[in-house]
């Protein structure tokens, strides 16, 4: 459709058309369907407990706790841990050259401190088995696989990926009264509106609730 009005307003443009006829063509809005790829916090909490592998447990603790892309998971070096008392926090180079610094509390520090082994500074905090980049930090489509695998352990339908970590994240602590521009903080959103869509996902309140029935 798109294509077509480009088209259209070229032709006119360039005195092939007499009037633009594509000027009235709308872009029919996709359906916003956020709200069927938000897990509950049950949900999540099975996919990590079921989740016996330490490397992928902490995969899935990290994208969930700190809300991260996968981009941003794979691109994790070891440089990029700070240790913070008796916790942690994160350094995250984000979507559009943003730097963010996301804290991490004690119980995840600890369980990804654990996988550290003699990991230098430089090293890919998760690092691929495969025999062709062993050694190597992993590739997106790895932890697709990890993740889709932890959602079918824990009955989830549907295909899970790591940015359902991320909506569930988002809304989870929305929930429970984190500060909208502290959500976006940490998630890395250019824009609050981004962020408010996790408000309308899932909403505790509506006029409907106060009609007579």
């Known amino acids: 459709m798109a294509a077509v009005k480009s088209l259209l307003a070229f032709s006119y443009r360039f ?4 009037v633009n006829v594509g000027l009235p063509i709308t872009h029919p809005k996709a359906k916003d369907t956020l709200n069927e790829r938000i897990l509950s916090e049950e949900q999540v909490q099975a996919m990590i407990a079921l989740e016996t592998e330490p490397r992928n447990r ?3 603790q990290l994208l969930y ?3 991260l892309r996968v981009s941003e998971l794979c691109a994790l ?18 979507k559009g050259g943003r730097t963010r610094t ?3 509390p004690a119980p995840i520090w600890e369980e990804i401190s654990q996988i550290k082994d003699v990991a230098k500074s430089d ?4 690092r691929s088995r495969e025999s062709d980049d062993k050694g190597q930090g992993l590739h997106r489509s790895q932890v697709h696989r990890i993740v889709a695998r932890a959602g079918e352990r824990a009955g989830i339908e549907g295909k899970v990926s790591p940015h359902w970590l991320r909506h569930a994240h988002a809304t989870h602590s929305l929930d429970r009264g984190a500060p909208i521009h502290l959500v976006q903080s940490t998630l890395g959103h250019a824009s609050v509106a981004t962020t408010s869509r996790y408000l309308h996902a899932r909403p ?3 006029s409907s609730l106060y009609l007579p029935y």
Not at 87 to 92: K, L
Not at 123 to 126: N, Q, T
């Open 15 to 18: 005195g092939i058309l007499p």
């Open 58 to 60: 902490a995969i899935l």
């Open 65 to 67: 706790s700190a809300g």
């Open 77 to 94: 070096t070891w440089k990029d841990l700070t240790p913070r008392g008796t916790a942690g926090q994160v350094t995250v180079f984000g």
């Open 102 to 104: 996301v804290l991490l």
């Open 123 to 126: 090293d890919p905090v998760f």
């Open 204 to 206: 505790n309140e509506s």
